[in-house]
């Protein structure tokens, strides 16, 4: 063995003796390996570092919303053209459906100009990487010849072997599939379904206000726990300053607010008062648009003080990027808060974004600031309404005067757009001006033509334990059991649970006075 190791030694190295003085020996050492190039290896490893950088999924999901958002409007802008045909009067309609179109088209061009710019940008960045790496891999294969006892190569084989070894455990031992469902972010498990209305009154003011919103606060202060909040523009069906507060449901629906009003200011509109429908209630804070900006106003019911949140640059406002549908769009729409079990956001467009929704989850510390924010590839003008469950955005449309269609949905954990969610409302009157999902008891408010409806929300995990057995109530697990909603002192509403079989009540009288 020794013999082997010092002819190996003498094949590396050559020694030679000199002559040095004070008769002392010195060795020069020759390495007959050649140097490693390691300023080639960090030329390499910078190529593959700006390879990586260059391309991303956020490029790869940026095309696909593109072409996504094309598909879904072609189809929707055929529709409307069809109509269009059928229903041509002549007069007022054709012209409001004339432009309708035109804007349609208008935005459908600026959207394949966005995916010719994105197409051509992506066909020149993968002829740039495919050089690139040709490249590199015609360096790495100059780099191996150092390799001279095959660590590298060796390491390879061990990681192939490894690999196969675990393939072939587990081949023995299959995983077992888990007997729970898998975790999810929302504790009451995913979206399902709504049920009927739950609630329909008028309240207070019967037919005055057609433009509002009410609902619940999901964080509330102390003692506030039970208490229903109502925002109504009191001017031009656009503007309003003050928050009406009640100490219950009944309270709302006979119209007994205590404690009252709580005003912002004394005129209206002004400087930081409500403009539009679209407010939100959340930590004992009332959020909105400020009058006359493209800003979230913060009111702060117990100081009495507003903060302010400016949008981003391009934000439409004033009236400027509105929900809508074929036959009318609700004025000052431009923004529109909600709220779910991780806070309050805000859903609005810009100019850049080509009247495409965008979400901003709006951070209420101090100050008020804009958090993450999420694009989507669905057209603000083709929507009606929109709110948040557990951090997933939903869209709504306008399909008849008594349906509305929950059609979309955005993962803000996933990015999945989703245009197929055929949830349906049943409407009580023919819009729905606001609408907002509350985490606290599940339900959907929504202020419809100066009524106040309410829609239980319903999730999978809630229907898996409420599956009907033969001890169990006879009615559908999809739609709770019946219920009694007081509307005035004397006229009640009793829901028998399925959604359509609805009677109005009139306690004076015992007369059904139900229109369905």
């Known amino acids: 063995m020794k013999p082997f190791v010092l002819v190996l030694l003498c094949a ?58 094309l598909e879904r409007r072609l189809p929707q802008l055929q529709e409307d053209v069809s109509m269009l045909e059928r229903e041509d009067d002549g007069e007022l309609y054709g012209v409001l459906s004339l432009q309708v179109i035109e804007n349609e088209m208008m935005d459908i061009k600026q959207l394949i100009d966005r995916l010719n710019i994105t197409t051509l940008g992506n066909q020149r960045l993968t002829t740039n990487v495919t050089k690139q790496l040709k490249e590199l891999n015609a360096e790495m294969k100059g780099l191996e010849k150092y390799d001279t006892m095959e660590i590298v190569k060796s390491r390879q084989r061990n990681q192939h ?44 003011y019967p037919g005055s206000y057609a433009y509002g919103a009410w609902g619940r606060d999901p964080k509330p202060a ?76 913060r009111f702060n019911l117990t100081t009495k003080t507003v903060t302010t949140l400016q949008l981003p640059k391009g934000t439409r406002y004033n009236s400027k990027g509105n929900f809508c549908h074929l036959e009318e769009c609700y004025p000052y729409t431009d923004l529109d808060l909600a709220t779910d079990e991780s806070g309050v ?28 924010t999420w694009r989507t590839s669905v057209y603000k003008q083709g929507v009606t309404n929109t709110f948040m469950v557990c951090g997933v955005l939903y869209a709504t449309r306008f399909i008849s005067k008594e349906l509305e269609e929950i059609f979309y949905s955005f993962d803000t954990a996933t990015g999945v757009e989703r245009f197929d969610i055929g949830v349906f409302i049943h409407k009580m009157t023919t819009n729905i001006y606001s609408l907002n999902y509350s985490p606290v008891d599940h339900m ?5 033509d100066s009524h106040m409806v309410s829609y239980k929300v319903l999730f999978s995990y809630e229907m898996e334990s409420t599956t009907p057995t033969s001890t169990e109530s006879p009615y559908p697990s999809t739609t709770p059991g019946p219920s009694l909603v007081q509307t005035s002192p004397d006229l009640f509403i009793f829901d028998v649970g399925s959604g359509n079989e609805r009677i109005l009540w009139d306690d004076t009288s015992g007369q059904d006075d139900s229109p369905f």
């Open 345 to 372: 956001w805000v859903i609005y467009t810009t100019k850049q974004d080509f009247g495409n929704l965008v979400l901003s989850k709006v951070e209420g510390g101090e100050p008020l600031a804009l958090g993450q």
């Open 222 to 297: 102390a003692g506030k726990e039970n208490w229903y909040w109502l925002v109504m523009m009191t001017s031009s069906n656009r503007y309003s300053n003050y928050i009406r507060l009640y100490s219950s449901l009944s309270a709302l629906i006979v119209g007994v607010s205590v404690p009252g009003n709580v005003q912002i200011h004394s005129s209206n509109p002004t400087t930081n008062t409500i403009q539009g429908p679209n407010v939100v209630m959340y930590g004992d804070n009332l959020y909105y648009n400020c009058y006359n900006q493209d800003a979230v106003c």
């Open 12 to 69: 590396l190295f050559t020694f030679t003796k000199q002559a040095a003085p004070r008769d002392k020996c010195v060795c020069e050492l020759t390495n007959a390996e050649q140097t490693f190039p390691h300023d080639k290896l960090r030329t390499v490893e910078d190529g593959a570092s700006k390879c990586n950088s260059d391309i991303t999924p956020k490029m790869t999901l940026e095309l696909e919303s593109l072409l996504l958002g």
């Open 444 to 448: 959907l408010h929504a202020y419809c």
């Open 161 to 204: 072997l490894q690999r196969d070894l675990n393939q072939c455990r587990k081949g023995f031992h299959p995983t077992n599939k888990p007997t729970q469902p898998p975790l999810v972010r929302c504790p009451h498990g995913q979206f399902f379904n709504i049920t009927g209305p739950r609630v329909y009154t008028a309240g207070e």
